[in-house]
């Protein structure tokens, strides 16, 4: 379960940063999306796949200047 989740935040905030290449590898977001993951699989069963588009549209949603 653990792994799934880890996997799919490496790969959601892979995809999150090439996209927005000025984000730094350390942002709180990551941290975010990482709690938003964990939340989301504990509430019913996805695997690595859905976990990760579920974090990527987690990543866009949240406020660039907030972070």
């Given at each position: 379960m653990?792994?799934?989740v880890?996997?799919?935040a490496e790969?959601?905030w892979?995809?999150y940063r090439?996209?927005?290449?000025?984000?730094?590898?350390?942002?709180s977001?990551?941290c975010?999306?990482?709690?938003?993951l964990?939340?989301?699989?504990?509430?019913?069963e996805?695997?690595?796949?859905e976990?990760?588009?579920?974090?990527?549209?987690?990543l866009?949603?949240?406020?660039?200047?907030?972070?």
């Amino acid at each position: 379960m653990a792994d799934e989740v880890r996997r799919a935040a490496e790969t959601a905030w892979t995809v999150y940063r090439a996209a927005h290449p000025d984000v730094d590898i350390q942002d709180s977001r990551r941290c975010l999306l990482e709690r938003h993951l964990h939340r989301r699989r504990e509430a019913r069963e996805s695997d690595t796949e859905e976990l990760t588009s579920f974090g990527i549209a987690h990543l866009r949603r949240l406020p660039q200047d907030e972070c």
